[in-house]
């Protein structure tokens, strides 16, 4: 089983800065995409940013400029780094992972518990 941790949610004033954590443990062989979703009352879950495992990235043009994901494969992590933050900002944010958990495996999207993000004056 693979369990994904968020870290890093909270308040922040608009045009603030807030980065998000996401670690992944357990039966990990290797995990190949990554990303971040993110939820608002009454909304669905989009798709915010999306980073391979070769570091190619992919924004919702909402978050172009602004926000940025990394990764660092060796621990498992991906990151999201979020400037400029505004009210629109404010959600849930949810880590995914495509995960193999051998060699012969195909990957199984796993999601994190979420984290709040409120950006609030």
């Known amino acids: 089983q693979v369990q994904l941790g968020e870290s890093g949610g909270g308040l922040a004033q608009p045009g603030g800065s807030l980065t998000l954590s996401c670690a992944a443990s357990?039966?990990?062989?290797?995990?190949?995409?990554m990303g971040w979703y993110r939820q608002a009352p009454g909304k669905q879950r989009e798709l915010v940013a999306g980073i391979s495992r070769g570091g190619y990235t992919n924004y919702a043009d909402s978050v172009k400029g602004r926000f940025t994901a990394s990764r660092d494969n060796a621990k498992n992590t991906v990151y999201l780094q979020m400037n400029n933050l505004t009210r629109a900002d404010t959600a849930v944010y949810y880590c995914n992972a495509r995960v193999l958990s051998t060699r012969w495996d195909s990957a199984h999207a796993y999601w994190g518990q979420g984290t709040q993000v409120t950006v609030s004056s």
């Open positions: 357990g039966r990990i062989f290797r995990i190949d995409d």
